[in-house]
């Protein structure tokens, strides 16, 4: 009972105390949200003076819109009056009353000094009456008609002038583009330019672009020049002309201070390039056989050259990243995100090809100008890329492989294991037991040696592939120089077997029997060696 006695009584003090802090805000917080908000009078484009607190039941929006019509009411020959100063209190507030003659035209009172300037209420009276006497002897100066005159003639010299700059331009940017689409044009017809047509095209914007920029400096100083001769707007551009200095400032100072981060970046970047050229040149010489490394072949030198430039630039880039000037930047780190981001969404596809080329340089499954057989499509390989492999076909199409595609199927490479030797192309043919196979043997080789395209040396053999029930089955092989003339060679090939078997009168059709002969079908010794075969070998002895 006696310690809930005491939980009791604390609590009840703490009710009682966040009453009393929550009762002594009340005042505060009260004055805050009574506080109006501050309005600031202006004068043809002149800031005069803010006002901030209320004066006599008016809010500082009514304040300033009745000095604002107290002041255009001027007569104009109280214009150029100097402005006198009263002070005033008024019951416990202190002012400044600012008045030409009997004309008055605004109070100033203790409660619009900002508390953060630190100025007193004489000091803030002093300065808004120079500008706003400033100001009146701006509109005083502007209704003289030789002002008025002056200015106007001075508009339209520099409007001319304007437009005259703005042919010049548009007249250079046409004679430069002219030159550039005359060099292009010249370029591309010696075949030193293969992209001259993307070349125009930027060429054609960077000079719209620089045309652009050039009529925007000259349209900005044009209306710099023409408020400025006025009086009414020489605050309005007296204002461009300082934002177009606090801009040209901005940058000039920001390239000072960003000169010794930038010449570190651009130091780590020249080195970084040094490194990769002596790699290059690393690469270059174990490409040429100038330098033996363990596990790095001639067919993987180039793949692993970029991967490893990549990596070395990388690095470079990911040093010299800090040292570039707004690199820490809001900007920088939102493009660093959305890149980010577009390259988890689309790079499942793109690392599945990319592996994949890589698993086929490093596999060396084949390379530019293998012959090869990939399912369905037989040609060279005339390009092995980081997402696809193209091969032309024997009709001279350019067919364009995935490959992910590649790595799932097989691939036959005719003249991986060729060498000097050419690429291996052969045929088959099945000929009856009653043929002797030494003839058989020699009209294949003598048709193989008089086909156009086919080597002589290395010397086209015949292997017998199978033994059938009613014929042997025999193939021929032969070398050739050009793969993709396989169609037109073979079928010259086939040709010449025809001549070469109706020559002899060898049967090429295969014999298939449905009832067995009376004789046995074989051949007889003394035709063992038919021609055109020649009786290299003695033949066996008689049983």
Same mark, same amino acid.
């Given at each position: 009972m006696i310690l809930t006695a005491l939980s009791s009584r604390s609590s009840k003090a703490l009710l009682w105390l966040a009453s009393c802090l929550f009762l002594g805000m009340l005042p505060a917080l009260a004055a805050d949200a009574a506080k109006p908000p501050e309005a600031t009078l202006r004068y043809h484009f002149?800031?005069?003076?803010?006002?901030?607190? $209320?004066?006599?039941?008016?809010?500082?929006?009514?304040?300033?819109?009745?000095?604002?019509?107290? @002041?255009? $009411?001027? #007569? %104009?020959?109280?214009?150029?009056?100097?402005?006198?100063?009263?002070?005033?209190?008024?019951?416990?507030?202190? *002012?400044?009353?600012? &008045?030409?003659?009997?004309?008055?035209?605004?109070?100033?009172?203790?409660?619009?000094?900002?508390?953060?300037?630190?100025? %007193?209420?004489?000091?803030?009276?002093?300065?808004?009456? %120079?500008?706003? $006497?400033?100001?009146? &002897?701006?509109?005083?100066?502007?209704?003289?008609? @030789?002002?008025?005159?002056?200015?106007?003639?001075?508009?339209?010299?520099?409007?001319?002038?304007?437009?005259?700059?703005?042919?010049?331009?548009?007249?250079?940017?046409?004679?430069?583009?002219?030159?550039?689409?005359?060099?292009?044009?010249?370029?591309?017809?010696?075949?030193?330019?293969?992209?001259?047509?993307?070349?125009?095209l930027l060429v054609q914007r960077i000079a719209q672009l620089v045309m652009g920029f050039l009529w925007l400096t000259v349209a900005y100083l044009w209306l710099t020049y023409v408020l400025a001769r006025f009086p009414l707007t020489e605050a309005l551009g007296e204002r461009l002309t300082d934002f177009l200095f606090g801009v040209l400032y901005m940058i000039g100072t920001g390239l000072i201070e960003a000169m010794p981060a930038l010449s570190t970046a651009l130091i780590i970047l020249f080195l970084t390039k040094a490194f990769n050229d002596a790699l290059g040149n690393f690469f270059r010489a174990a490409k040429e056989g100038r330098v033996q490394v363990p596990g790095l072949h001639p067919e993987t030198v180039t793949a692993t050259h970029r991967i490893v430039s990549i990596l070395v630039w990388g690095l470079g880039f990911a040093i010299a990243y800090p040292f570039i000037p707004m690199s820490d930047s809001d900007a920088f780190k939102g493009l660093s995100v959305m890149f980010g981001f577009m390259l988890t969404l689309g790079s499942a596809g793109i690392v599945n090809q990319l592996m994949s080329g890589l698993v086929l340089v490093y596999s060396r499954a084949l390379s530019v100008g293998d012959f090869v057989d990939i399912g369905q499509n037989v040609g060279v390989v005339s390009e092995v890329g980081a997402l696809s492999t193209k091969v032309i076909n024997m009709r001279n199409e350019e067919v364009t492989i995935p490959n992910a595609v590649l790595v799932g199927n097989p691939i036959k490479n005719y003249s991986?294991?060729? *060498?000097?030797?050419?690429?291996?192309? $052969?045929?088959?043919?099945?000929?009856?037991?009653? =043929?002797?196979?030494?003839? !058989?043997?020699?009209?294949? @080789?003598?048709?193989?040696?008089?086909?156009?395209?086919?080597? !002589? =040396? #290395?010397?086209?053999?015949?292997?017998?592939?199978?033994?059938?029930?009613?014929?042997?089955?025999?193939?021929?092989?032969?070398?050739?120089?050009?793969?993709?003339?396989?169609?037109?060679?073979?079928?010259?090939?086939?040709?010449? @077997?025809?001549?070469?078997?109706?020559?002899?009168?060898?049967?090429?059709? %295969?014999? &298939?029997? !449905?009832?067995?002969?009376?004789?046995?079908?074989?051949?007889?010794?003394?035709?063992?060696?038919?021609?055109?075969?020649e009786p290299d070998v003695p033949p066996p002895p008689s049983p």
């Amino acid at each position: 009972m006696i310690l809930t006695a005491l939980s009791s009584r604390s609590s009840k003090a703490l009710l009682w105390l966040a009453s009393c802090l929550f009762l002594g805000m009340l005042p505060a917080l009260a004055a805050d949200a009574a506080k109006p908000p501050e309005a600031t009078l202006r004068y043809h484009f002149r800031p005069i003076f803010t006002f901030r607190a $209320s004066f006599i039941g008016a809010s500082p929006e009514h304040r300033v819109r009745r000095a604002w019509e107290r @002041i255009d $009411s001027l #007569p %104009s020959d109280r214009m150029t009056q100097a402005i006198e100063q009263t002070p005033f209190i008024v019951g416990t507030t202190r *002012g400044i009353g600012l &008045h030409i003659g009997e004309f008055v035209l605004f109070n100033v009172v203790e409660g619009d000094l900002d508390p953060e300037e630190k100025a %007193s209420l004489e000091e803030v009276a002093q300065r808004a009456a %120079s500008v706003l $006497s400033a100001a009146l &002897h701006a509109a005083a100066e502007q209704r003289r008609p @030789i002002v008025l005159v002056t200015g106007i003639g001075l508009s339209v010299l520099a409007t001319m002038i304007a437009l005259t700059l703005f042919w010049l331009i548009r007249r250079a940017t046409a004679l430069m583009v002219h030159h550039l689409e005359e060099v292009i044009a010249a370029e591309r017809n010696v075949g030193r330019l293969g992209w001259a047509r993307h070349w125009w095209l930027l060429v054609q914007r960077i000079a719209q672009l620089v045309m652009g920029f050039l009529w925007l400096t000259v349209a900005y100083l044009w209306l710099t020049y023409v408020l400025a001769r006025f009086p009414l707007t020489e605050a309005l551009g007296e204002r461009l002309t300082d934002f177009l200095f606090g801009v040209l400032y901005m940058i000039g100072t920001g390239l000072i201070e960003a000169m010794p981060a930038l010449s570190t970046a651009l130091i780590i970047l020249f080195l970084t390039k040094a490194f990769n050229d002596a790699l290059g040149n690393f690469f270059r010489a174990a490409k040429e056989g100038r330098v033996q490394v363990p596990g790095l072949h001639p067919e993987t030198v180039t793949a692993t050259h970029r991967i490893v430039s990549i990596l070395v630039w990388g690095l470079g880039f990911a040093i010299a990243y800090p040292f570039i000037p707004m690199s820490d930047s809001d900007a920088f780190k939102g493009l660093s995100v959305m890149f980010g981001f577009m390259l988890t969404l689309g790079s499942a596809g793109i690392v599945n090809q990319l592996m994949s080329g890589l698993v086929l340089v490093y596999s060396r499954a084949l390379s530019v100008g293998d012959f090869v057989d990939i399912g369905q499509n037989v040609g060279v390989v005339s390009e092995v890329g980081a997402l696809s492999t193209k091969v032309i076909n024997m009709r001279n199409e350019e067919v364009t492989i995935p490959n992910a595609v590649l790595v799932g199927n097989p691939i036959k490479n005719y003249s991986r294991l060729a *060498g000097a030797r050419g690429t291996l192309v $052969s045929t088959k043919v099945t000929i009856g037991y009653d =043929t002797p196979w030494r003839q !058989v043997h020699a009209m294949l @080789i003598a048709a193989a040696e008089q086909t156009p395209g086919l080597r !002589v =040396t #290395p010397k086209p053999f015949v292997f017998q592939r199978s033994l059938g029930d009613w014929y042997v089955e025999y193939e021929l092989f032969a070398y050739m120089d050009q793969p993709l003339e396989r169609v037109p060679v073979l079928s010259a090939l086939h040709a010449n @077997i025809q001549d070469q078997f109706n020559t002899y009168g060898v049967q090429i059709m %295969s014999p &298939h029997f !449905v009832v067995q002969p009376s004789n046995n079908v074989v051949v007889p010794r003394e035709q063992w060696y038919a021609a055109p075969a020649e009786p290299d070998v003695p033949p066996p002895p008689s049983p």
